[in-house]
């Protein structure tokens, strides 16, 4: 009987653009592709996957949800990060509503992510609120 392995390891090219994220700025423009009209409708959540140079190696939305929140669940964004090698990761999500201060849960959501990724040795290098023309940065803020 043949058995064929379930896992593998390989890099399989793609057409996602790599750049080098040095600032929060970057990183709130190269974000904001991912989300088209409806970022004044529902609440998203993304990940944007990091290599050790920080430069860009993939992304996946996490949720997506209604108009003034959206669940977040840590094991995606555990996985997304382990299938893509990530040194780093940025957090993303958008306020419909505007406004760019962070709510008690995303306060809370983004201390649970760094405390589960660390444990991969994975950095939680940002967290991004977006509106349709702004952006607020954990890490500019001094949140992270």
Not at 7 to 22: A, D, G, H, N, R
Not at 41 to 47: A, H, L
Not at 106 to 121: Q, W
Request: glycine residues 4%.
């Amino acid at each position: 009987m043949k058995t064929t392995p379930l896992f593998t390891l390989k890099k399989v090219q793609s057409e996602f653009p790599s750049i080098q994220i040095s600032e929060s700025k970057q990183s709130a423009d190269f974000i904001r592709q991912f989300y088209f009209e409806d970022i004044n409708v529902f609440e998203s959540f993304f990940i944007l996957t990091l290599s050790r140079r920080n430069e860009t190696t993939g992304y996946a939305k996490i949720s997506q949800g209604g108009i003034c929140s959206t669940i977040v669940d840590i094991k995606l964004i555990a996985k997304y990060a382990v299938e893509n090698l990530a040194s780093g990761v940025i957090l993303a999500h958008n306020h419909p509503s505007g406004n760019l201060r962070p709510s008690e849960q995303d306060f809370e959501i983004t201390n649970k992510i760094v405390k589960a990724l660390d444990l991969l040795d994975v950095k939680v290098l940002d967290h991004i609120i977006l509106t349709e023309s702004n952006y607020f940065s954990f890490r500019d803020n001094c949140y992270l």
